[in-house]
């Protein structure tokens, strides 16, 4: 992020959309664009971006923009849609950019192939780990859905269910022999079952509605996992004890086994039932899961909040943390994924962490399906740890502090160190100070870059100088991981 001018925060956005000015410059008329007429707009005064193709003007968004002006330019004047997935996919933009929609992207007339026989041509083209499927269908519809759920049948796998008087039970098979528990998201609501796999970068889903009746209020889901077979089951009560001729109404995406980043992002409310000070301006929530869901957020991984915020849909991404530090590390904690943890700081001029300070416990906030690339296997084979945290950065150092002094066997050192202005900033302080004492394998280095004069730590900011009195290797050829989180700036830093 950059630091914005003052008067041009997500609140003045949001003024400014609903003030009645013409954001356009089209004076409320909708074009169909061309390639060519959206090339032309690609200077900051005037700037075009396609997105799923529709076209925004977003000049007069440009110094609302949290990545600044030069991340906007980056697409402007052309389709910006992977360059907007890779940054921040999660991101609503059809609600933020509403005021300031152009048109829809003018279709190119397709030249049909030369040739007979070649009618209706249609190539699917699957990626699936190192095989590459290419597939040349001339068929009907009907066929085309039967050919395809073939194809989800040999790379992946496929469902069945069946059922007794009271119960519903939905096996998937997946063909993968370490699933597991972090891999399956269920969610039961609003009459419409959703089973979603995961499998390295691509997402397999199974989704139903309308006549699904099951008892989701009332009844917890369960599902059991055979991780060496990798199969699935979903097992639910049924509202009535009578015999179910189908499953429920296969819903658009039923079926479907394609990669995680064109899978849109799912959302659940879940309520609000603690709120705890950890610091003078962080604090921790814990929020409950519907008794319908099954979600296990994995190291590493994030989940996005959605609020509504003076009619604008506002989405921010948070990682979940553990409810504390445990000191004794001879088992793997067991966590029953009811509840979700999230330590965020409270920004006395941010008006989504704002939103949040101001809920009630018993309030509900909508909560996304996990996200990030971060694999535990990254961790799995290293000696030597270390964590560099600013702030709120410190959040996946949680989960990941936790996984790897657990269950990394080959372990010889991990090391926190801590950036933070003042000692009052500095989350879970004794907890990482006991957790120090108890275990041999763990060391934290508190570092302050606005200390008073009694503080007998390190300062400073972070620097080569500064870590190279740290980051040092148990031995000579030790395997090495270090991971940062904190501020853009800091990160580039870090990494530098």
Known sequence: ???????????????????????????????????????????????????????????????????????????????????FDQVHRWVNYESMLKE???????VKPIAAPKGEGFKNEIIFIMLYSKTVLILIVFSK?????????????????????????????????????????????????????????????????????????????????????????????????????????????????????????DRGLFYRKCKLVSKMEVTHDTKLFCLMLPKSTHLRVPTGQHVYLKQIIAGTEVVKPYTPVLPFLPLDFKEPSCHTGAHIYLMIKIYSCGLF??????????????????????????????????????????????????????????????????????????LWRNQLEQLALKHERFEVQFILSQPTKDWVGKQGKISSSLLSEFVKRSRKDSKVLICICGPTPFTEQGVQ
């Open 353 to 426: 962490t704002q939103a949040l300070d101001h809920l009630q416990i018993g309030d509900y906030i909508s909560v996304s399906n996990p996200e990030g690339k971060f694999k535990k296997s990254q961790v799995q084979t290293s000696e030597d740890l270390f964590l560099l945290a600013a702030g709120t950065g410190f959040t996946p150092m949680v989960k990941l502090l936790n996984f790897a002094l657990t269950e990394v066997s080959c372990l010889r050192t991990a090391k926190l160190i801590f950036f933070n202005k003042t000692e009052d900033d500095i």
């Open 100 to 106: 300031c929609l152009v048109g829809r992207m003018a």
């Open 1 to 83: 992020q950059v630091p914005l001018k003052p008067g041009r925060s997500l609140m003045d956005w949001i003024r400014l959309t609903k003030s009645g000015k013409d954001l356009t410059g089209l004076k409320g008329r909708l074009i169909e664009v061309t390639e060519d007429e959206l090339a032309k707009h690609n200077k900051k005064e005037d700037c075009w971006i396609c997105i799923r193709g529709f076209v925004y003007n977003v000049t007069p968004y440009m110094e609302y923009h949290p990545g600044g002006e030069d991340e906007l330019m980056k697409a402007a004047g052309t389709d910006g849609t992977d360059l």
């Open 141 to 261: 519809l009907l066929a085309l859905d039967l050919l395809l759920q073939k194809i989800v049948n040999n790379v992946f796998g496929f469902y069945d269910w069946f059922q007794t008087d009271s119960l519903i039970t939905i096996v998937i098979y997946t063909k993968q022999k370490d699933m597991n528990a972090e891999l399956v998201t269920v969610d039961c609501q609003d009459r419409r079952l959703r089973a979603e796999i995961i499998v390295d970068d691509h997402s397999y889903l199974v989704e139903v509605g309308r006549y699904c009746n099951f008892a989701c209020e009332t009844f917890s889901l369960l599902v059991n996992i055979a991780e060496k077979v990798g199969k699935v089951e979903v097992v639910l009560k049924k509202k009535d004890n009578i015999h179910w001729k189908m499953l429920g109404q296969p819903l658009e995406s039923h079926n479907t086994f394609i990669k995680r980043t």
